[in-house]
């Protein structure tokens, strides 16, 4: 389930060959799809999907941490 946070480096390249692929390049959905098998098939707990979050915190209370997987937020509510 890749703990270690390392990327294979043949998903490194086939993500670099997306990112050099216009959209508009025929080939971009095949080129896209090779690098979704790989990652797939390489690191399992990768997300196929984005969920933008905006997390707004006072200063008083302590940064996330780089790699925060679970959000969970427990307590009290205060108004």
Known sequence: MNPGRRTPPELTA???TVRKTPLD????PTVLQAAT?????????????????????????SALGSFL?????EGVRVS
């Not at 390049?25 to 971009?28: E, L």
């Not at 098998?37 to 209370?61: D, G, H, Y």
């Open 14 to 16: 086939a993500l670099a």
């Open 25 to 28: 390049d025929p080939s971009y």
């Open 37 to 61: 098998k790989i990652a797939v098939e390489t690191m399992p707990n990768i997300f196929l999907f984005t969920t933008p979050r905006i997390l707004a915190r006072k200063k008083n209370v």
């Open 69 to 73: 997987a679970v959000q969970r937020f």
